[in-house]
């Protein structure tokens, strides 16, 4: 009878079997060949920019860039390769939008993307020579980081965003704080991302002409989603006590800031701007400085009482800084709203200034208030 073959044998076999299983195939000319990557947005040396998109179905490429004449046709080439080259481009922090058969959409080859609710814009980020306010520039900077808290006034998850100056971790002193807000369409890390704000503060303070503070960044979207007609009331209510219970007291427990109203301010950008004027006026012993930006501003019974209490409010707020440019859809409310405070006597600076709604105003307007904070 013949013996069984030893287990090392099988083994050997098995080994074998599997060795000729692993070889790779050496006919590799049926195999699809990955497309390199595209590179887009490609910036010359003379800030002319490239863009590229890999669409092999599509009809029209669109670029749409918020620079001047910032929209172009792509045109389609090899590897179903749409491309344009504009510009140049001036030196700024842009938004920009493919537009494929109508459809707008990100830049599938850029990871510079704006955060909004509903993502659809890149970045295309030109630094200025000399650099601008919103540059990164050689110069001590601070740390952004990002937070999940319990929101126990709204009963649920909510993020936000804290930026801490150059030296705040070897210092031991308390700072203030500025409280931060976005627009309709954004969301908490729109500000760093987009806006720059962390830049911003590092070259005034390095430069001298802002105090080291604190920068915190809520979601402005606090009402429940899918809310009513009010929703822009009733989302401010809600972001009033999410405000007030929640972040505060997370920052405060959580940071070395400032806990009087001398050491925080409240500001904001569109949608944000009404909350900050809103929540500001109506809580000057929580904010002695208030700021709106091209801002949706209150409704006149939400802050009437405040108003009328004008010697108290007068004496708490250090500053109400509102600033508009010529043209925003929102100039006409913003000048009644400041006609409203002129006959009320609440001592407030008013900026009329050049420039419609977008980031590159709100950018500059940042860079003029926060100097004067603190």
């Excluded at 936000?160 to 031991?172: A, F, I």
């Excluded at 890390?189 to 987009?194: D, E, L, N, Q």
């Excluded at 930006?293 to 010697?311: C, H, M, R, Y």
Aim: charged share 20%.
């Amino acid at each position: 009878m013949m013996k069984p073959p030893s287990i090392l044998v099988v083994g050997l076999f098995a080994l074998a079997g599997l060795d000729s299983i692993a070889q790779p195939a050496t006919n590799t000319a049926a195999r699809p060949q990955r497309p390199p990557p595209l590179r887009s947005p490609e910036i010359s040396a003379d800030r002319q920019v490239t863009f590229r998109m890999r669409a092999a179905k599509a009809t029209e490429v669109v670029v749409a860039g918020q620079w001047p004449d910032g929209r172009a046709p792509l045109t389609k080439g090899d590897n179903d390769v749409w491309s344009v080259t504009v510009g140049p481009v001036a030196p700024g922090v842009w938004e920009y939008s493919f537009q494929v058969d109508g459809l707008s959409m990100i830049d599938p080859a850029n990871p510079a993307i704006k955060p909004m609710r509903e993502p659809r814009t890149s970045i295309l980020h030109l630094p200025g020579d000399p650099p601008a306010a919103h540059d990164f520039q050689d110069v001590p900077h601070g740390v952004v980081r990002q937070h999940t808290y319990r929101s126990k006034s709204l009963d649920r998850l909510r993020e936000l965003v804290v930026y801490t100056p150059p030296g705040y971790e070897k210092s031991r002193t308390r700072f203030p704080t500025l409280y931060l807000q976005h627009g309709n369409g954004d969301n908490q890390a729109t500000w760093t991302t987009h806006g720059k704000a962390h830049w911003i503060l590092d070259n005034l303070i390095a430069q001298g002409r802002a105090k080291p503070m604190l920068i915190v960044m809520m979601d402005g979207h606090a009402a429940p989603p899918g809310d009513p007609a009010n929703r822009f009331a009733n989302n401010t209510v809600a972001f009033e006590h999410d405000l007030l219970a929640d972040v505060i007291p997370f920052v405060e427990a959580n940071y070395r800031v400032k806990t009087t109203a001398a050491g925080r301010a409240l500001a904001g950008l569109s949608m944000g701007g009404g909350q900050a004027l809103t929540v500001g006026l109506n809580h000057a012993d929580s904010f002695a400085w208030v700021g709106g930006f091209s801002s949706g501003v209150p409704a006149s019974e939400t802050v009437a009482a405040a108003l009328e209490a004008k010697a108290g409010l007068n004496r708490k707020l250090k500053l109400l800084w509102i600033a508009c440019g010529k043209d925003v859809f929102l100039l006409q409310r913003n000048e009644e709203f400041i006609a409203r405070l002129r006959e009320k006597n609440v001592k407030h600076q008013w900026e009329l200034t050049p420039g419609n709604h977008s980031w590159p105003v709100w950018r500059t307007y940042l860079a003029e208030f926060a100097p004067k904070l603190f």
